[in-house]
């Protein structure tokens, strides 16, 4: 009995918090899923020797966090670009990705103009292979909400590996169309 009384209590007020949570007020929890293209810039150097190769990708985007307002949100951001190499015999499948701490700011709680940006652990990951190297990783970028919850967002992401005399670095431009709950 106490476990059930238990049970159904937690589960109102999941319920309660959850019909609170999205009303469509910035302020408050929020969710954000998007996908899109990637042109991925992929500089590799060993000491003298140096590869430099541009691949085209899809592009994926998750967002979980907070609006103090708004015009300001914070939260845990997961961005990643997945593409190939031309120039790969194997022909496998990479992921390079940025997942840290981010944050959105509107000039005007009344505009859809916005900027953002974030930092965190940057990753390149051979997805055939299940191989993945760690880094540090930065975006900036802008954003235009076309209409409630519906944004589309231009971002820039800068990563930086390096393991053992190999240092990469990777440059990926990214178009998004997301979806927030707000």
């Known amino acids: 009995m106490k476990k059930r009384l238990f049970s159904s209590v937690i589960i109102g007020i999941l319920s309660i918090s959850s019909a609170q949570a999205f009303d469509d007020n910035k302020k408050g929890f929020l969710v954000s899923l998007g996908g899109g293209l990637s042109n991925v810039n992929t500089k590799v150097s060993l000491g003298n020797l140096g590869v430099n190769e541009s691949s085209f990708g899809l592009a994926s985007s998750f967002k979980l ?11 845990y951001v997961n961005d990643v670009s997945w593409y190939g190499y031309e120039n790969d015999p194997n022909k496998d499948t990479y992921a390079t990705g940025l997942t840290g701490i981010g944050a959105s700011y509107f000039f ?3 505009k859809p103009y916005y ?9 390149i990951t051979n997805v055939s292979k299940s191989v993945q190297t760690r880094g540090n990783s930065f975006m ?16 820039y992401v800068k990563s930086n590996f390096e393991e053992s005399n190999v240092k990469a670095n990777i440059n990926t431009v990214k178009m998004t169309l997301n979806y927030m709950w707000y």
């Open 140 to 155: 900036i970028g802008a954003g235009y909400e076309a209409v409630k919850h519906l944004q589309v967002e231009a971002s």
């Open 115 to 123: 900027i953002l940006g974030g930092v965190g652990v940057g990753t």
């Open 65 to 75: 966090g907070y609006g103090f307002n708004e015009q300001f949100m914070l939260y």
């Open 108 to 110: 005007d709680k009344n």
